[in-house]
């Protein structure tokens, strides 16, 4: 792979209890179990790390298809929702919805668009295969 650009972090504490810093400090904050599995919430989360990355790569592969295809696309947007859970034989799994809004696009042209972008995210190639993704056109 010729590398373009390689982000770097470090995490410090006790894993989901702790602290995470980039190496150039653009983001630095404290990370907490969320309430809702014990913990207290009172910071961000690695899910909550990955949605944001997750909604911003896809995002930019969806204007990308649509840049590719002569297709005009005005106040869109990428929702994600990042899931926890139990795996079967221990551990954990994600798994992970995208729900994309291309307002004035017919259903149809958006779910094409969304499901060309899926193909061409680096985190949807990251995650095919690994765990669940399901890309949803929502109305707005």
């Not at 650009?5 to 995490?11: G, M, R, S």
């Not at 995470?20 to 690695?46: H, I, Q």
């Not at 590719?68 to 929702?79: E, L, M, N």
């Amino acid at each position: 792979m010729k590398v373009l650009y390689t982000a770097e972090a470090l995490a410090t504490g006790e894993g989901r209890n702790g602290h995470v810093r980039s190496t150039d400090g653009r983001v630095d904050l404290d990370v907490a179990v969320p309430k809702e599995m014990g913990g207290s919430g009172d910071g961000s989360n690695p899910e909550q790390l990955f949605a944001a990355g997750y909604a911003a790569c896809f995002h930019s592969a969806l204007l990308g298809v649509a840049r590719q295809r002569k297709i005009t696309v005005a106040d869109s947007a990428v929702g994600t929702g990042v899931s926890i859970g139990p795996l079967d034989g221990g551990g954990y799994t994600l798994a992970v919805r995208l729900e994309v809004s291309l307002p004035g696009l017919p259903r149809d042209v958006a779910q094409e668009l969304a499901d060309a972008a899926h193909q061409v995210c680096p985190y949807s190639h990251a995650t095919r295969g690994n765990i669940d993704v399901t890309v949803t056109v929502v109305e707005e």
